[in-house]
């Protein structure tokens, strides 16, 4: 694996200026086990019910939030709707809210869904709140796992205070960007435990014991949230985000070695299984838990709030300018290697529009949540409309470019999948649909490497790669003590790395030159 060093780097500009829970470092964890519920054909509902709920105002600004959220565990493929209703005594009003959720099997899933209450702040508000989950397979369900249910009007201090940041911006604003990556994280309820609120068409005792769950503290807001110990899922990010990918195994302790403080297994005499052993250490009779990509310290609600809102405003333009153009030039170049024009020069060419292609050709929706998006046209005229955002399907730096090939998302979905690979962002039915619409073989979904193609070509010309091409003008700028060439060849060998493959760019330069390349500052070394 090869690690970079870049030769100065930016100055920090802020801290975030909140502090860290006091009982809590981020670096422990609990075991505890889920309820689960046998199901015997493909389809289930489960009804939850909480009365006389108390609704207080958040953000200063006359309205509540009631929510349900938690975590679902299936043997098989099923498809979540999640349907809440919020009855305001005062009001004789009820408000109906339905989001619909893909279950993939044995996996864990983050659910939830939230409605916005209109509040008098010198009345008391109280409603009776009701959550139906419908699940439907297309074969028997067999058993689904249950975690951290909760059902409950919204309380946390900051949003009742409404907190506002440095740059004016308050937590209100922040809530409401990108809202569904961070739920159920963000109502701040517990979930700690199977239920907080038990289903009123299911009797208890139906429940039995389930499969165990690993729950991460967080450093900020001190909750214990459910996430994967299994290797194989950790990128699944349920409640928290990576530390370290393209340079996992992760070796930094404090976010790959997690204390463990209560294990109700072994409360409870319950055999763990075996991939739960696999990763778990005892030393000095001290248990912890070893996590192959490491966890983040805050849960990705505080992230969101705590870390990345105080500092990513001030985020200058000179680095969206960085980030803009190392995205082009990547692009340039596997068109470059592969002998391509790009996509938008090949649609103009013919009369057409590449972006209005991709639009129709997924029906006008997102495909991933199915929520409908709006051409730019469409936007310029009712700006409240979930504008569109074509996605490169494989990642750009793995040298896929931008073709008839794109998938296209919504903004959010969009954020979400970033720079992972399908198969890490998909479920398998979904994966089998993406194939069928853009016409790239299921095999080159499910796989994680580089376009072979391309990273070929660019072996064999890596020496036009770095004295012709990095030494374009616009690559050899340094922005904000950043070089353009720096941050492309970063990119690629990042996903070099990622895909396994043990090379280095820039020795291969070497090797066939006998010096290192002048068009970027980079060094290799060895890890």
């Known amino acids: 694996m090869t690690k970079f060093r870049s030769p100065q780097r930016r100055k920090v ?51 509540g939030i009631v929510a349900f959220g938690g ?47 209109e509040i008098d702040p010198l009345i008391e508000t109280e409603a009776n709140l009701d959550t139906l989950l419908r699940f439907t397979g297309k074969e028997k369900i067999g058993e689904i796992h249950f975690f951290g249910i909760n059902l409950d009007s919204v309380k946390w ?27 159920p994280y963000l109502y701040y309820f517990d979930h700690e435990e199977p239920f907080y609120v038990l289903p009123d068409n299911v009797c208890e005792e139906e429940f039995k014991q389930g499969i165990p769950v690993l729950l991460k503290s ?20 349920i409640s928290f985000g990576n ?45 912890t838990i070893g996590i192959y990509y490491g966890y983040q310290l805050e849960c990705k609600a505080c992230k969101k709030f705590y870390v990345n809102a105080p500092l990513n405003p001030m985020r200058t333009p000179t680095q969206h300018r960085e980030d803009s153009l190392r995205r082009r030039a990547i692009d340039v170049l596997a068109n470059k290697l592969l002998d391509k024009e790009s996509i938008y020069e090949k649609f103009k060419r013919q009369g057409k529009n590449f972006d209005k292609f991709i639009w129709e050709k997924f029906n006008k929706r997102c495909f991933k949540c199915g929520q409908k998006v709006a051409y730019r046209e469409e936007i310029q005229i009712d700006s409240a409309l979930v504008k569109m955002h074509i996605d490169h399907t494989m990642p750009l730096s793995a040298l896929w470019p931008l073709d008839e090939t794109a998938t296209l998302l919504c903004s959010t979905c969009n954020s979400e999948k970033s720079n992972k690979f399908p198969v890490e962002f998909y479920t398998t039915e979904e994966l089998n649909e993406l194939a069928e619409i853009t016409g790239i073989e299921r095999e080159i979904l499910l796989s994680k490497k580089i376009n072979e193609d391309a ?24 922005r904000g003590y950043k070089k353009a060439s720096d941050l492309i060849v970063r990119a690629i060998q990042k996903q070099i790395c990622r895909v396994g493959l043990n090379f280095n760019l820039i020795e291969i330069y070497k090797d066939r030159t006998g010096k290192y390349p002048d068009s970027i500052t980079l060094e290799p070394r060895l890890i």
Request: glycine share 2%.
């Open 218 to 237: 967080c450093n900020r807001c001190a909750r214990f949230l459910p996430t994967e110990y299994i290797k194989e899922k950790q990128r699944n990010l």
């Open 157 to 183: 201090e900051n949003y009742i205070d409404n907190i506002e940041y440095k740059d004016g911006k308050t937590i209100e604003e922040r809530f409401h960007q990108k809202t569904s990556l961070c739920i």
């Open 13 to 63: 500009r802020q801290r975030s200026g909140f502090t860290t829970a006091e009982d809590t470092t981020g670096g422990e964890c609990e075991i505890k086990l889920s309820k689960k519920l046998e199901v015997q054909n493909n389809n289930l509902e489960i009804h939850f019910r909480k009365t006389d709920v108390n609704i207080p105002e958040l953000f200063q600004n006359y309205y």
């Open 455 to 478: 990273l070929s070509k660019l072996l064999d010309r890596i020496e036009w790669f770095f004295d012709i091409f990095l030494n374009d003008e616009e690559y050899q700028k340094v």
């Open 243 to 287: 530390h370290c990918v393209t340079r996992a195994p992760c070796e930094h302790s404090t976010f790959s070695q997690l204390k463990v403080i209560y294990d109700e297994c072994l409360e409870n005499n319950v055999e763990k299984p075996d991939e739960l052993n696999a990763v778990i250490h005892i030393q000095d009779n001290i248990k």
């Open 71 to 117: 975590y679902i565990y299936s043997l098989t493929d099923v498809n979540l709707s999640i349907e809440i209703s919020c009855y305001i005594k005062e009001a004789d009003t009820t408000l109906v809210k339905e989001r619909e959720k893909k279950i993939e099997a044995h996996n864990w899933y983050n659910i939830g869904n939230h409605i916005e209450v």
